[in-house]
């Protein structure tokens, strides 16, 4: 009998054994993402392990960018250079002056307090409108249910602020969800930033932040983003930025990918972590990436290496208003990886004279102005100021094998995309073309 209770006892601590083991790989995972900047793309690697994080992103620009370690239960951020072997902490910033408009009356000014007379510039004000909405939107994610959250900054600096001179405006359109135990703070500026940052830059002026925040949605762990910089008041320079998640899984990691690795020495200036900039590989990495590739025969010839997978790109149809021209060469970036090439071609005739393995042909079927009254679309119009320049497009991709005519994948994109036909049209064309790499892989 006590045998027999033994036994049951033993195989109830190995169920609960097992049980825990699972939860305890199910908080651990590792991401590959993709991101795009100007034409540039990097796949920096992301490991979570409970309250921490560590990101590895890669070159960019030719450079090796550090290592990051976001130690939540330590409230601190670690760099790191594997290369140089140094590690700079940086602690997390402190939430800086914030008005939730739609919870309280704004404050009322006090008067300033006596100070000593110093020599020190005072600076200014950098004020920061804040906006975020929950577009009600839910969809399956890696296992997860994601979020469909829109965030709308504009920040607008005094005339005696140092840190900055010009307004600037940031629109993310992102998908997010909550992992289990990881709960870093979310900063939604990355301007918001440490004082002795400033001080770095003017070290004798000083700028206060003050937020201006509005809106009952909540960020989290982006798997997809979409985010637009304009640079002026007036609506100067605008960059945009892509990320989309393309490997998602549980891992079982290491705790030390987590922590200072042994024997590296610390650093109190950041700027000691970054390589030195190496011209030729900026100039290389940026010829890559670059939207308007000027010939891509000249960037490939009729000889492929081994291991290639070369893919022929025909000019876009469907819309005679579009440079389709132009769009073809835009087209070719998104698919440039370590394995795979792209090559602006006409016809069949001339991909198989390139040696081809596929041909990717896409059509452009809707490309309409967003109306800017009714409904959800008067929602995006007040929270976004330059919703005017905006397109509803819709288009599909056909990705087809030269060898036996068999379709390989087949996406399509459908969405809101910002700037003139041209541009917004080229923004749709690339997200299929990264949903067309993705299905290679």
Known sequence: MIQKNTFRFSVFALFIALLFSDTSLAQQYKIRQSSGMMGMNSEPTIYVKGMRKRTEPGK???MQQPITIEQCDLQRTIKINDKKKLYFIEPFAKQQEEIIDEDAPKPTKQPAPK????????GGVIEMWYTITDTGERKKMYGFTAR??????KMKPSANACYMKDSMIIKTDGWYIDLPQFNCPVHYSQYNKPQDKQEKIKPDCKDRMVTHRKGKGKLGFPLEEKTTIIMGSLGGQEMTTTMNT???STAKL????FEIPPGYTETKNEDDLMDKINVMDMMNDAMKGMNDIPNPVSVTSEQKKEGIIRIGVYAPTGNDEVQAELL???????LMSGKTEAIAVADEAEARKYNCDYTLSSEITKAKAASKVGGLLKA??????SSSQSFNIEAGFTLRSLADGLV????????KYNGKIDTATGEALQEGCRKVLKDLK
Request: proline fraction near 9%; charge should be positive.
């Open 60 to 62: 960019m620009m030719g």
């Open 115 to 122: 100070t000593k007379p110093t020599t020190t510039q005072t």
């Open 148 to 153: 469909h959250v829109w965030t709308y900054q």
């Open 246 to 248: 393309i490997e998602f």
């Open 254 to 257: 290491d705790s030390m990918l």
């Open 328 to 334: 073809q060469k835009q087209m070719l970036a998104p």
């Open 380 to 385: 995006i119009k007040n929270a976004d100021p």
């Open 408 to 415: 390989k994948s087949q996406p399509t994109v459908s969405g």
